[in-house]
């Protein structure tokens, strides 16, 4: 397996940033004790690559593990049913299942009858969501009966922007890596380069930071990472600031005035909201246009337009 959240391979032995040691840690011992865990926390934050450093920690093989997407087009078709799926996972040591809220309802409920037939069994579950599970209600799209059997067996995954005091030690190595990766002339930080990054909102998380960060690099030629390498932060806080709390395109602004650079301003807006929207919803159009509030013609036209495969 890959981290999807950031696209990078995960090598074994590889040191955790943050406190991802804490919470590998905690996910270790509770799995320890109980055949299911579950990691909650927003798109991006790092969910899949505790997954995957756990099978690392556990040295469980890649192919003794069984990973379902639920987001995929199969499942989300019932083309890909979870019994059959499960069913071809019967050898598996630990089988993961991203987005676990978005299975249908029979599938939850198969789930749950495999949990609860887990009791005596060495298969750990690994569930992931973006599901707050501590909610007082159970949420939509949960069946009742699988949210009360997993609640208490939430290990959240802060948010970037709850941990700002521990973003200069990513930040460090994220950049030892895309220099390793690239081979770019970087021999140090500026201190306006770790202010811009410490100073944005990163609604995208671990996976928008990653991102900023590799283009960052690629584009340093003079040795020194500096804010000036982070335009794309600028971009993206105009679609941020545009309508707290709305990523909605109707929110960003258009020029007041014909101006190739204000055009490209907007175009990068649309793009970037355009990208995070389809990551989100793992590529799907529909749903993409509807958190961005528009139809999925215009998001199709506005996708070609911007040059978005």
């Known amino acids: 397996m890959i981290d999807r959240g950031t696209g990078e391979p995960v090598p074994a032995g590889q040191t955790l940033p943050w406190d991802r040691q804490r919470l590998l840690a905690q996910l270790s011992l509770l799995l320890q004790h109980q055949p299911v865990a579950v990691l909650t926390g927003e798109s991006g934050a790092g969910k899949f690559f505790l997954a995957e450093q756990y099978r690392h920690h556990q040295q469980i093989d890649a192919a003794d593990c069984g990973l379902i997407d639920a987001r995929s087009p199969s499942v989300q078709s019932g083309q890909a049913a979870l019994p059959p799926v499960v069913d071809a996972l019967t ?36 569930l992931t969501t973006r ?38 030690g990513l930040i460090r190595e994220l950049v030892q890596e895309y220099v390793h990766k690239y081979r770019r002339p970087v021999e140090r930080i500026d201190e306006s380069f770790m202010q811009a990054i410490q100073q944005h909102h990163w609604p995208g998380n671990v996976r928008e930071l990653r991102h900023a960060i590799e283009r960052a690099v690629i584009e340093c030629t003079h040795g020194v990472l500096q804010a000036g390498h982070l335009p794309v932060l600028q971009t993206v806080s105009t679609c941020e600031s545009a309508v707290p709390g709305d990523r909605s395109l109707a929110a960003v602004e258009a020029p007041t005035k014909s101006s190739g650079a204000l055009d490209d301003v907007v175009a990068s807006t649309e793009r970037t909201c355009i990208q995070q929207a389809l990551e989100e919803h793992g590529q799907s159009r529909t749903a993409a246009a509807r958190e961005l509030g528009i139809s999925r013609v215009t998001l199709y036209n506005k996708m070609k337009k911007l040059g978005i495969g």
């Open 91 to 126: 050898d598996s040591a630990l089988v993961v299942i991203r987005h676990v809220e978005l299975l249908s309802a029979g599938d939850q409920q198969v789930l749950l009858h495999h949990l609860e037939r887990a009791e005596n069994s060495a298969r750990r579950w690994l």
């Open 131 to 168: 599901v707050d599970l501590q909610a007082a209600t159970v949420p939509d799209r949960f069946q009742p009966s699988l949210f009360y059997r997993i609640r208490m067996l939430a290990c959240p995954v802060p948010p970037v922007r709850q941990r700002p005091h521990q973003l200069a």
